[in-house]
């Protein structure tokens, strides 16, 4: 079995995969990857037909090595990452030998950042899932010295890839849905919600992210039974501050929901970066069904983006190892061919 190791953490890394759902009546969230389509994108650039589990990044990544031939992805929020010192590209798929050292700096935009080895990290599991729950204990921040088991590469001299992907790293409108208590709050308040623009707060985590305008949205009704929250629902704390819950929320909430954002939208939420500026966007459920593509369905859309890296010869350490002048000619052999036959 193949080993990536992490040799320095600069951010806050964890493994994660698509997380544990169906718990929530026994009190467990989700949990999982924050950006889940970012691990699905991981999949596809490594032809996979299943999510793999990773190393999510956050704020920034480290040092990491193999020992033995592996290939990896890097999807999610763009980060500077180099192979030896020579510039790999994001969103994309490439070979990692033994003894190369590769360096994954900070990221450019948005918040969360993945490594995904081939054949997946194969770390123990708990409720079918490989994904540490930080906000419950389950697993922990991995740190310099970290040895992850990997999974078998399934095809270990397919070519590197490169996958086009939206860019939902630097906020935007976000799609919402009603939620249980959206009636509750006064059309005058709904009209006043889709109309501001919300900065991301600098206060979020996995469990959830706050967001800040100088417009307060508070409910017509209090005292509210607590009841089932999931990722996504759009929760007003007592000062009309408006909170997106996401993957390690807790499981039941009091305070009133305005709406939930669809699962197609989460990962732009998710991704916005501290500053980033946020509007909603309330649709029909018709509409969010229409959207809706479930992970089978994801990941054929994100294979179809695919295709083979072509790599840049101004980038290219090692150029003077290729033969780039097979086949040249004078550029007169033809028409020396045509005298010969008169």
Not at 205 to 215: C, K
Request: charged share 20%.
């Amino acid at each position: 079995m193949s080993v990536l190791q992490v040799i320095r953490a600069d951010g806050i890394l964890t493994v994660q995969d698509l997380g544990r759902p169906g718990h929530i009546g026994q009190g467990l969230s989700r949990g999982g990857a924050m950006d889940r389509l970012a691990l699905i994108e991981a999949a596809a650039l490594l032809g996979q037909s299943t999510v793999q589990a990773g190393i999510e990044m956050a704020g920034a990544g480290g040092v990491f090595t193999v020992d033995q031939p592996m290939r990896i992805a890097l999807t999610g929020a763009p980060m500077t990452a180099t192979l030896d010192g020579a510039p790999l590209g994001w969103q994309a798929s490439h070979r990692i030998e033994p003894g190369q050292s590769l360096r994954i700096s900070g990221a450019q935009s948005g918040a969360y950042s993945y490594l995904t080895p081939a054949g997946g990290l194969t770390t123990p599991d708990w409720l079918g899932s490989r994904a540490a729950h930080l906000s419950i204990g389950i697993g922990a921040v991995l740190k310099a010295g970290a040895r992850l088991p990997v999974g078998t590469d399934p095809d270990p001299e397919a070519p590197s890839r490169t996958i086009a992907v939206a860019n939902r790293f630097a906020g935007g409108t976000v799609r919402i849905i009603d939620g249980p208590q959206t009636a509750i709050f006064s059309d005058e308040v709904l009209a006043g919600f889709a109309t501001t623009s919300f900065t991301r707060a600098a206060h979020g985590n996995r469990q959830g992210v706050r967001l800040d305008a100088e417009a307060r949205f508070t409910a017509g009704q209090t005292g509210i039974a607590s009841d089932m929250v999931q990722p996504g629902d759009l929760q007003m704390i007592g000062d009309g501050v408006p909170y997106v819950l996401l993957a390690e929320c807790q499981t039941m909430g009091g305070y009133p929901r305005i709406g939930t954002v669809i699962p197609t939208d989460l990962p732009l939420i998710a991704q916005a970066p501290p500053g980033a500026r946020i509007r909603f966007l309330r649709v029909g459920l018709d509409q969010a069904d229409g959207l809706y593509r479930n992970e089978a369905q994801l990941l054929r859309e994100a294979a179809s983006r695919c295709r083979n890296l072509v790599r840049d010869p101004a980038q290219m350490a090692d150029l003077l190892s290729y033969q780039l002048v097979g086949g040249v000619t004078r550029g007169d052999e033809l028409e020396e061919m045509e005298c010969r036959s008169i």
